[in-house]
Every structure is written in C-alpha cells, then in structure tokens.
C-alpha cells in the first residue's frame, strides 16, 4: 500500500508564491509515476503536473509551476509562481505506476485578488 501525504497549502495574495510537497510511504519506488491534480469547487479534477522517477516531466503550465522530485525522501514538490485567483483549489497528489493508482487527502490553495 502507498499512503501519500500533502502540505504546503495556503492562503496568499495573486501574484504570490506557495511550495507544496507530497510524501510517499510505503511501497513506493521510483517506477511511480508522481503528480500533481487540482480540483476546485463545482469543477473537475484537472491535472497539473507530473514527474517520472528519472524526471521526465509533463506539465500543464511550464512558466509558472515547477515540478520536482526527490527519489530518496520520497517526495515531490511543486513550486507554484505568479498564483492567480483561477488557481484557488484543492491540489491532490497522485503516485501511479501500471495498474496501481494512490491519491492523498489533498491541501488547500486560496489566492485572493
């Protein structure tokens, strides 16, 4: 089983700047592929971004957030610039790897104007 664990959710200003992180425990290797997914009230799950174990990386906005990796802590941080009010959301992260697909709680993003 992997359990996946988000923080770094806040409340900032448009224009402003948030990291979160998602750490994976359990059976987690580097064959995951890890990802970031977003949902906001009313609307569907969108994806964000994500990063292969040997960092390849997909991404739904390359100017603004930066996806990362750190194999050996298990963890994956994405660094989200100039927030615009568009992105308030909850930002999920989801491990997956063949069949195998894990989600966390998720971690609230509000940006204000």
């Known amino acids: 089983q992997v359990k996946l664990e988000e923080s770094g959710g806040d409340s900032v200003q448009a224009g402003g700047s948030l990291r979160l992180s998602c750490t994976a425990s359990g059976n987690i290797h580097s064959g995951y592929i890890m990802g970031w997914y977003r949902q906001a009230p009313g609307k569907q799950r969108e994806f964000v971004a994500s990063?292969?174990?040997?960092?390849v990386i997909s991404s739904a906005d390359y100017v603004r957030f930066t996806i990362s990796r750190d194999n050996a802590k298990n963890t994956v941080y994405l660094q989200m610039n100039s927030l615009k009010p568009e992105d308030t959301a909850v930002y999920l992260c989801n491990a997956i790897y063949t069949f195998y697909s894990h989600w966390g709680q998720g971690t609230q993003v509000t940006v204000s104007s």
């Open positions: 990063i292969t174990g040997d960092g």
